[in-house]
């Protein structure tokens, strides 16, 4: 089992930058060589893909965040998602997500973008 816990959502202003933190914590066959990302719902809508990274490096965006949002890995179990210039539409639940051994997801971390 993996345990995901995000940290870093508020609420920020037009413009503004937050940085988002994801740590996986639990079975390490499960975190080791494993694709991690982030993904978003907004109120009444389906979750989305906003970034995501894989073992190697390699770095996945959804159109909508390129040039503003940048997902890096720290180590094996800790990713970032770093967001600059946010906007209204921006605002959502923001969900960590691991597919190793299994497929896993944080509890969500709010971040509302307003004036």
């Known amino acids: 089992q993996v345990q995901l816990v995000e940290s870093g959502g508020g609420l920020v202003q037009p413009g503004g930058s937050l940085r988002l933190s994801c740590e996986a914590s639990?079975?390490?066959?499960?975190?080791?060589?494993?694709?991690m990302g982030w993904y978003r719902q907004a109120q009444g809508k389906q979750r989305d893909l906003v970034a995501t990274?894989?073992?190697?490096?390699?770095e996945d965006y959804a159109d909508s965040v390129k040039g503003r949002f940048t997902i890096s890995r720290v180590n094996a179990n800790t990713v970032y998602l770093q967001m600059n210039s946010l906007k209204p539409e921006d605002t959502a639940v923001y969900y960590c997500?691991?597919?190793?051994?299994?497929?896993?997801w944080g509890q969500g971390t709010q971040v509302t973008v307003s004036s």
């Open positions: 639990g079975s390490i066959f499960g975190i080791l060589g494993s694709h």
């Open positions: 997500n691991l597919q190793g051994g299994g497929n896993y």
């Open positions: 990274i894989s073992p190697n490096g390699r």
